[in-house]
């Protein structure tokens, strides 16, 4: 299946030399897919120039002349910069040129810019940030990590039908498992917000498992191997943030002290298969690519401080989520869901 895509080429920490390397790098990876490269024309074809790639027949660019900032109010990025890198990508989405945009931009700019041109699917209040992360027994989606810092009991549940949705289709599973991330596992813990959410799981046709906590998001513990974890964006992100922050200090104080003398460097000769294996397994880049979901389209949040590997992958989530049908797939079961209830309401009424 041919699948197109709209980069921001000059989005992120480092712009063009992460973005153009990654779409390059993509393009070998993925022989049906096509990209166009969203950014200032000049710049672009130097980078393009730089890596011996000025023509391809798998990549193109559209010229946009405006760049959001990574510190940039998303209200100003949506209102001032009408002809950024940014909303272009995602024009072309909303125009059928492209079937995803990825960005490694300004994240607030690009949900504000992303619900404002493709606007919400019918049934959703509020789109909402999920990504994959490692865990001992592979990997587990956790949403919302950080589109919405206060989310009613209602919105955590179509949060829970949206990562459903997307790991049934990316992961192939039937029925994937489900939960609240909660500050106890026990029915008194939590506020009332995750209370009421916990009341609507359970009458849900979801497989929702319970509360969970923190350090289940990466031990996976819960019977088992929960799929989806739920939580509003201002828990998201910090737990986010926290474990990858935790993750760098690792391996720094890893490298420290296998530096700090030389018994402890030939240790590190000796296990380094096993430190490249651990590195490798707990590499961020090869989880990178968030999905907004709850779009009227694809659009893709790359890491802003990534480099070329994980921007790449970024794009392969983005071909994932085209090749699934994404949007389609949530806009149906929604539309299922609203007409089950409607034929409830009716019934209890009559």
Known sequence: MAVTIALDAMGGDHGPTVTIPGALAALNQHPDLKLILVGQRELLTQELARHKSGEHDRLSIQHASEVVTMDEPPAQALRGKKDSSMRVSINLVKQGAAQAAVSSGNTGALMATARFVLKTLPGIDRPAIIAALPTIHGHVHVLDLGANVDSTPEQLLQFGIMGSLLVGALDHKERPAIALLNVGVEDIKGNEVVKKADE????????????????????????????????????????????????????????????????????????????????????????????????????????????AVGFANAIRVAVDEVQNRLPQLIGEKLAGLQGLAQESAASESA
């Open 200 to 307: 609507l799981f359970r009458t849900s046709n979801l497989n929702y498992q319970g509360y969970v906590e923190g350090d289940e998001i990466y031990l996976g513990k819960h019977n088992g191997q929960v799929d989806v974890i739920v939580c509003d964006g201002f828990v998201g992100n910090v737990a986010l943030k926290t474990s990858e922050g935790l993750a760098r200090m690792i391996a720094q104080v890893m490298k420290e002290e296998f530096r700090r003398h030389p018994l402890a460097m030939l240790a590190g000769l000796i296990a380094l298969p096993v430190l490249k294996a651990f590195r490798h397994r707990l590499d961020t880049r090869n989880y990178n690519g968030a999905s907004l979901v709850g779009l009227n389209g694809i659009v893709i949040k790359s890491h802003g401080g990534t480099d």
